[in-house]
Nanobody
Framework: QAQLVESGGGSVQAGGSLRLSCAVSVYTVRNGCMGWFRQAPGKERGGVAAIDPLGTKYADSVKGRFTISKDNAKNTLYLQMDSLKPEDTAMYYC????????????????????WGQGTQVTVSS
């Protein structure tokens, strides 16, 4: 199975920035749907952002603040998070479906085949 390893999580004050990285070692990120999900205590895991050859998708709560990108040569996925808010506090997971492009239900966990181990993001007020 694919290996996805996240890094870049940590603690930051409201208004600050973090960049998450996801190194993929088994398959190429060039095709399929790649994304970032997050899960806060007591909440369902939901999609934050996704990218495929057609473009990008974002949850309404992060539009204008988060940017998803990938480096095909490095086989790495990124999530640039700016203007962070306390409500962004969650465990963030790198996610992939290498066999499909992102569909209308990209934000649901059922759309994902492979998951990273997660990296914690904590935003203090």
């Amino acid at each position: 199975q694919a290996q996805l390893v996240e890094s870049g999580g940590g603690s930051v004050q409201a208004g600050g920035s973090l960049r998450l990285s996801c190194a993929v070692s088994v398959y190429t990120v060039r095709n399929g749907c790649m994304g970032w999900f997050r899960q806060a205590p007591g909440k369902e895991r939901g999609g934050v952002a996704a990218i495929d050859p057609l473009g990008t998708k974002y949850a309404d709560s992060v539009k204008g603040r988060f940017t998803i990108s990938k480096d095909n040569a490095k086989n790495t996925l990124y999530l640039q998070m700016d203007s962070l808010k306390p409500e962004d506090t969650a465990m963030y997971y790198c996610a992939a479906n290498p066999r499909q492009w992102c569909g209308p239900r990209w934000y649901t966990a059922s759309a994902i085949d492979y998951w990273g181990q997660g990296t914690q993001v904590t935003v203090s007020s």
